[in-house]
């Protein structure tokens, strides 16, 4: 008998991708447009620089701080409901499997099989059963909020040292052209790389996540 085995879906990287891109897109944008907008001044090449390494330590913070309350949020809800279902299985375990089944024959089962599959899974893991096929929460899709903040903050940084970089070797006169062009090659950059890990189209990522264009084909 062959060895049991699990497939690799994209899905599993939802958790991490999603904190990431949005992560480095933002350090991206907001760092080159602080710069930007200080070069505009007429600031020296020093205040510009500082101006950068400041939104980048700033921004790394507020994404991490918010990426983790807004995931733990989710993780709350998620945890509410499901000590909810516990209590519903241990107060109504009948009525818990009779749920059970009629989900299944609105998916299309016959409702002899649904009963059998229904009763067959509660008692292999009833909680399980009912978060997954009730609830909808799985454990691939379940929100980790610490490696969100992390992600979330670590590829912000990476994201604001790409502008920051080359503002360090860009010449003064030249900081704005060269750092508004770097800064769309980067986020090319971003948007295929996210799309090639997504198991999506790197183009139309790359295109999406540099001019917000929706293309039609996949």
């Known amino acids: 008998m062959p060895a049991a085995y699990e497939e690799l879906h994209s899905t599993g990287r939802v958790g991490w991708l999603r904190a990431a891109v949005l992560g ?58 499901l000590e909810r279902e516990r209590a519903e299985l241990k107060a109504d375990d009948k009525g818990e499997h009779r749920e059970l089944a009629a989900i299944y024959v609105a998916r299309g089962l016959d409702p002899s099989l649904a009963k059998q599959v229904a009763e067959q899974l509660m008692a292999h893991d009833a909680l399980g059963a009912h978060a997954r096929d009730e609830l909808g929460i799985s ?51 971003l948007g295929g790389l996210a799309a090639r890990a997504g198991g999506a189209s790197p183009t139309k990522g790359a295109l999406r996540v540099t001019f917000g264009v929706r293309l039609p084909w996949h």
Do not use: K, N, W
């Open 24 to 81: 480095a897109d933002d350090g991206i944008v907001s760092t080159a447009s602080l710069m930007l907008g200080v070069a505009a001044s007429h600031a020296s090449h020093g205040s510009v620089l500082v101006s950068g390494a400041a939104g980048l330590v700033a921004g790394a913070m507020s994404m991490a701080a918010g990426e983790y309350v807004s995931v733990q949020s989710q993780a709350d809800a998620e945890h509410a409901d």
């Open 139 to 189: 454990e691939a899709l379940r929100p980790r909020p610490i490696q969100a903040a992390l992600a979330s903050a670590t590829s912000f940084a990476v994201g604001a040292a790409m502008p920051l970089l080359v503002t360090v070797v860009a010449p003064v006169t030249g900081v704005i052209v060269i750092v508004s062009g770097t800064s769309l090659v980067c986020l090319a950059v």
